[in-house]
T-cell receptor, first 113, second 114 residues
């Protein structure tokens, strides 16, 4: 079975631009979460979606938004990119919203120049 | 607020045993998880403790004391491939919302030498 898949794996954007990151959860998983990981730090929670509804939001500005589609895949959107948005963006899926065990994708490396 | 403390670095030799401690401060605590992350890779799930006590999975064991807000990951019979970053993470209520979030510590870098 395929694990959590994310695209693109690497991308470079310019300050002020917009980026869309995509995630497909493990088949049968209904919850998707997004995390930001900067070098040398642990992942920081951005959003959780379950059954297409936002269930949780971390301490990130409104430039960050996300949505979950009927097939449970998800998009993370970041507007007006800043240099500080450069990070590894991780998507994680779980069967339900409990989050006892979540499975991470390989992530999308975003560099803002 | 929510915070987790774990040592930044641990070194050991092959075959040894290491313990990585984690103390946490959070509201709406549900459980403590441990994740392993190799350089350039995704975090992978190791263990989850919701109740006090020791959970054993092969060479890895994890312990939780809810009254002490403390847990640890025990790695036995260390191998070179165990060199990685290890994160403790607390599952907690996501800020006045229905869902939960994993709040991660800053990670412990384990270096195993021969």
């Amino acid at each position: 079975d395929a694990g959590v898949t994310q695209s693109p794996t690497h991308l470079i954007k310019t300050r002020g631009q917009h980026v869309t990151l995509r995630c497909s959860p493990i088949s049968g998983h209904k919850s998707v979460s997004w995390y930001q990981q900067v070098l040398g730090q642990g992942p920081q929670f951005i959003f959780q979606y379950y059954e297409k509804e936002e269930r949780g939001r971390g301490n990130f500005p409104d430039r960050f938004s996300a949505r979950q589609f009927p097939n449970y895949s998800s998009e993370l959107n970041v507007n007006a990119l800043l240099l500080g948005d450069s990070a590894l963006y991780l998507c994680a899926s779980s069967f339900d919203g409990s989050g006892n065990t979540i499975y991470f994708g390989e992530g999308s490396w975003l560099t803002v120049v | 607020g929510q915070s987790l403390e774990q040592p930044s670095e641990v070194t050991a030799v092959e075959g040894a045993i290491v313990q990585i401690n984690c103390t946490y401060q959070t509201s709406g605590f549900y459980g403590l998880s441990w994740y392993q992350q190799h350089d350039g890779g995704a975090p992978t799930f190791l263990s989850y403790n919701a109740l006090d006590g020791l959970e054993e999975t092969g060479r890895f064991s994890s312990f939780l004391s809810r009254s002490d807000s403390y847990g640890y990951l025990l790695l036995q019979e260390l191998q070179m491939k165990d060199s990685a970053s290890y994160f403790c993470a607390v599952r907690a209520r996501a800020l006045n919302q229905a869902g939960t979030a994993l709040i991660f510590g800053k990670g412990t870098t384990l270096s195993v030498s021969s």
